[in-house]
């Protein structure tokens, strides 16, 4: 059995327990700055999401909804609660261990897709896997490219690219090392309708087939059917949408 297959297989038989394999946010505050310019980005936030489930979080500019991110992928520490992805601390002490976590458990899309400029598409893939020890294999880049549909375009540089097809390559990227938390920013901000709801199918067949939790900060309202669970986030509190 494979790397890949193996995690496969754990993913399905955990799938459905956040506090197991997926994200959990429990009474979760964020404070940024300091006496009456304080701003609580994060106000008691709790939140739940399991391997396979793809949930999105919608809300106005500045409720917060880049700082759940931020929190729950171990980049900015919370003021108080607790944060756990597939059963780790992402609140430890120690910038070293909280990037350890981050490369092995979390796996972020940027809006822009944020790739590196002189590497192709299939580069860009092999890339998270030379830094470090993994606890796990990596999957294949040309597998993956072809699951995000841009087989024929692992050669091309992301000059070469439209908008839409630099937003899968930065998915495939996000994928490539397995994580169990795949946090996306506003990924059909720069895109029409149509490859829209191309990505937004795509991040929920991924989250479905790999067990990935997956959490969709949007302001497209037009993706939601895609999505297990819709938020909503308004002045740092997070309330599930009916």
Request: net charge negative.
């Amino acid at each position: 059995m494979t790397p890949t297959e193996t995690r496969t297989t754990d993913r399905h038989r955990t799938e459905g327990s956040a506090a197991e394999g997926g994200l959990v946010l429990k009474n979760v505050t964020l404070h940024l700055g300091d006496g009456d310019e304080t701003v609580h980005a994060l106000d008691g936030v709790d939140l739940e999401v399991a391997p396979g489930e793809f949930v999105a979080v919608v809300g106005p500019s500045g409720a917060g909804k880049s700082s759940l991110l931020a929190v729950a992928g171990g980049l900015t520490l919370p003021t108080s609660g607790e944060v756990t992805v597939a059963g780790h601390d992402m609140t430890v002490s120690g910038k070293r261990a909280r990037t350890t976590l981050r490369r092995e458990h979390v796996g972020f899309v940027f809006q822009s897709g944020n790739l590196l400029p002189a590497l192709t598409a299939e580069d860009q893939l092999r890339l998270p896997g030379r830094f470090g020890r993994k606890r796990r294999g990596t999957r294949d880049p040309k597998q993956l490219l072809a699951q995000v549909g841009m087989a024929d375009k692992a050669n091309r540089r992301p000059h070469q690219l439209s908008g839409g097809e630099r937003q899968r390559v930065g998915i495939a990227r996000a994928l490539a090392t397995e994580p169990d938390l795949l946090l996306v920013d506003e990924p059909t901000a720069a895109l029409d309708r149509v490859r829209s709801q191309e990505v937004a199918e795509l991040l929920a067949r991924e989250a479905k087939e790999f067990g990935v939790a997956t959490v969709m900060v949007t302001h497209d309202h037009d993706v939601l059917r895609h999505c297990d669970a819709v938020y909503e986030m308004i002045d740092g509190k997070l309330t599930r949408a009916e």
